[in-house]
């Protein structure tokens, strides 16, 4: 089982409907946990992050966190072309030998329709 | 202020070769991480540093190294390159070590390796 699995896309939607990506996580005891987006040729920008079960809102982005189910999601509202990119969900997990460190999934392309 | 600077952005080795990759870190950030990015792996994770000192390493093999300088500024290393070691390479900073409250990390341009 992967750490961090995500389901690769693409996930097409049209222009203005509401898009849905979702990651499950595997470490239960995981705390922190981020979405990333990536442009093709370009690298990761932070779009937000959650720590507490339930929804978090940031403009047209909600995540949302479900600790019981190892599940967050990212709604993105009001789908415009420019968000056509690849997400990339990121957990905070603790290693064998103490630390922590960021786990990326491999993300999920999303293309938005005209 | 400046963004996170990799150096050299493109570059092209052959088998057996090595290479070594730069990162400058925004300036008062003090941890500085490096990811392997394939389109097969997604984002892999190298190491971390911090404040000089290594805090985490990822499962790569031993000729993956680095090292961070009194400045912050890091250097990874790869020897003995394989064609497998063709990827993207990103580096990271942030003002405090992962996994410590809100970690944000901030990306740069990335090193892209191709080794023929």
């Known amino acids: 089982q992967k750490e961090v699995e995500q389901n690769s896309g693409p996930l097409s939607v049209p222009e203005g409907a509401i898009a849905s990506l979702n990651c499950t996580y595997s470490d239960r005891g995981s705390q922190s946990f981020f979405w990333y987006r990536q442009y093709s040729g370009k690298s990761p920008e932070l779009i937000m992050f959650?720590?507490?079960?339930g929804d978090k809102e940031d403009g047209r982005f909600t995540a949302q966190l479900n600790k019981a189910s190892q599940y967050v999601s990212l709604l993105i509202r009001d789908s415009q072309p420019s968000d056509s990119a690849t997400y990339l969900c990121?957990?905070?997990?603790?290693?064998?030998?103490?630390?922590?460190?960021?786990?990326f999934g491999t993300g999920t392309q999303l293309k938005v329709e005209l | 202020k400046a963004g996170v600077t990799q150096t050299p952005r493109y570059l092209i080795k052959t088998r057996g070769q090595q290479v070594t990759l730069s990162c400058s870190p925004i300036?008062?950030?003090?941890?500085v991480s490096w990811y392997q990015q394939t389109p097969g792996q997604g984002l892999q994770f190298l190491f971390e540093?911090?404040?000089?000192?290594?805090?985490n390493k990822g499962n790569f093999p031993g000729r993956f190294s680095g090292r961070q300088f009194s400045n912050s500024r890091s250097e990874m290393n790869v020897s003995t390159l394989e064609l497998g070691d063709s990827a993207l390479y990103l580096c990271?900073?942030?003002?405090?070590?992962?996994?410590?409250?809100?970690?944000?990390?901030?990306f740069g341009a990335g090193s892209r390796l191709t080794v023929l």
């Open positions: 540093y911090f404040s000089e000192t290594q805090r």
């Open positions: 990271a900073s942030s003002l405090i070590p992962q996994g410590t409250g809100a970690n944000v990390l901030t």
């Open positions: 300036s008062g950030h003090r941890s």
């Open positions: 990121a957990v905070i997990r603790g290693l064998t030998g103490g630390g922590n460190k960021l786990t």
């Open positions: 959650i720590y507490s079960n």
